[in-house]
């Protein structure tokens, strides 16, 4: 079975522009979550989707924003990027099956976003 | 809101010695503990997961991990290390469809 895989895996972009991260989940997965890696922060939840709702946020700007699509492919968006918005841009998916916390998220390799 | 502290930014170890890195989790009933592994410029990998039941868990690449209330603990163990083992290793902890994740250990192995 395949795993995660997300795309672009590496994207430079300037300060301004706005930028869209794309992750398609493992076969039959329908819960979707993003994660933010810096080396300040470490990794940090941004959401969690399920059968297209959002179930959770994390503490992020307004400026950062996600949807499900009814495949259970995912997308992120950030607007406005800011020279701090450089990382790792994770995407786990799990079945999405149990009142979360136990279903173990599996993590695609990344999107790495660098903003000059 | 449930969070997990690993103590060990970075820990140097021999090829052959044992390893073993310290978790503690702040949670007032019994939480949902995962150990993740992440390689360099990679996404990461589930090492093992701890939900209930025997405390004692048994992960994969010969990691294991032991659960004590008594402690707040989640200590991930390998007997054994081996070079490929040099990565960083993440703590976690689950709750409301996220995980929360300690700050890491880089786990350096010299030969």
């Known amino acids: 079975k395949a795993g995660v895989t997300q795309t672009p895996r590496y994207l430079i972009k300037t300060r301004g522009q706005q930028v869209t991260l794309s992750c398609s989940p493992i076969?039959?997965?329908?819960?979707v979550s993003w994660y933010q890696q810096t080396p300040g922060q470490g990794l940090q939840f941004l959401f969690e989707y399920f059968s297209e709702t959002q179930r959770n946020k994390g503490n992020f700007p307004g400026r950062f924003s996600g949807r499900q699509f009814s495949n259970s492919r995912s997308e992120m968006n950030v607007s406005t990027l800011e020279l701090g918005d450089s990382a790792l841009y994770l995407c786990a998916s799990s079945l999405g099956d149990e009142s979360f916390g136990g279903e173990t998220q599996y993590f695609g390799p990344g999107t790495r976003l660098l903003v000059l | 809101a449930q969070s997990v502290t690993q103590p060990d930014i970075h820990i140097t170890v021999s090829e052959g010695a044992s390893l073993e890195l310290r978790c503690n989790y702040s949670?007032?009933?019994?939480?949902?503990l995962f150990w993740y592994v992440q390689s360099p410029g990679q996404g990461l990998q589930l090492l093992l997961k701890?939900?209930?039941?025997?405390?004692l868990v048994q992960g994969i690449k010969g990691f294991e991990a032991e659960f004590k209330r008594s402690q707040s603990s989640f200590n991930l163990r390998k007997p054994s290390v081996h070079w490929s083992d040099a990565a960083e290793y993440f703590c976690?902890?689950?709750?409301?469809?996220?995980?929360?994740f300690g700050a890491g250990t880089t786990v350096t192995v010299r030969a």
């Open positions: 976690a902890v689950g709750e409301d469809y996220k995980l929360s």
């Open positions: 076969s039959g997965h329908r819960s």
């Open positions: 949670y007032g009933a019994t939480p949902y």
């Open positions: 701890y939900f209930s039941g025997d405390t």
